[in-house]
Every structure is written in structure tokens, then in C-alpha cells.
């Protein structure tokens, strides 16, 4: 059974950093690029950050590059996504999404995303 569980999340005050990890069971995570993407409330959905293998091809948002980086640990099957610097604007639920390495364009087009997690909630607030 393909399934994606994004854990991590939580209450952080404004400056604080935390590491969502998406875990993958069923299918080789090392095949597959991974997208982070977030839903703020009230707001559509938008893609964050996204990569294919470690050391390779990776695209972010203007909002959080340099304070977010994503990488894969293929060993535990799981993608990571560290925030640094978090910001109240980062508030969202955080979710995970895969789309098999033969059709990652290193890009955040929702819709060339296959399996998607059940998202976490991140709150950025004092």
C-alpha cells in the first residue's frame, strides 16, 4: 500500500526552526522527486519546495529560500523539510507529495504530483 505521513509539525515562536519529515511506504522514496507544499487558512494551496535526489535538481519559493532546505534520506525511506526562521506568514499545513523521478521537472506544479500525505499543521506564532 502507497502511503505518505508527514509528522513534524507543531507550535514554534517566530525565529524558531522545525523538521517536518514525510515518511514513504510502499515504493522506493529514492525513485521518486518530492514536493513540500502548504495551505494556509483561507489561502489556496502552493508549492514551497521541491527535490529530486540529494545534491541534484531543487526549486523554492522566493519566500522561503535560504531559510528552508529539503533533502531525502533513502536509507529511512523519508524526505525531510528543515525551516529555519520561521515566520508567522510560514503558519500552514505542510503537506508532502511525490512524483516518480522520470517526470520531476524540478518544478511545483501540483498536478505532476502523484501521492500525497495527509499534511501536517506548522504554527508560527508568540
Known amino acids: 500500500q502507497v502511503e505518505l505521513v508527514e509528522s513534524g509539525g507543531g507550535l514554534v515562536q517566530p525565529g524558531g526552526s522545525l523538521r517536518l519529515a514525510c515518511a514513504a511506504s510502499g515504493f522506493p522514496l529514492e525513485y521518486y522527486g518530492i514536493g513540500w507544499f502548504r495551505q494556509a487558512p483561507g489561502k489556496e494551496r502552493e508549492g514551497v519546495i521541491c527535490?529530486?535526489?540529494?545534491?541534484?535538481?531543487?526549486s523554492s519559493v522566493d519566500s522561503v529560500r535560504g531559510r528552508f532546505t529539503i533533502f531525502k534520506d533513502n536509507a529511512k525511506n523519508t524526505a525531510y523539510l528543515q525551516m529555519n526562521g520561521l515566520k508567522p506568514d510560514d503558519t500552514a499545513v505542510y503537506y508532502c507529495?511525490?512524483?516518480?523521478?522520470?517526470?520531476?521537472?524540478?518544478?511545483?506544479?501540483?498536478?505532476?504530483?502523484?501521492?500525497w500525505g495527509q499534511g501536517t499543521q506548522v504554527t508560527v506564532s508568540s
Open positions: 527535490l529530486g535526489n540529494n545534491g541534484g535538481m531543487t
Open positions: 507529495a511525490t512524483v516518480p523521478l522520470s517526470r520531476f521537472l524540478g518544478q511545483l506544479d501540483q498536478a505532476n504530483y502523484k501521492f
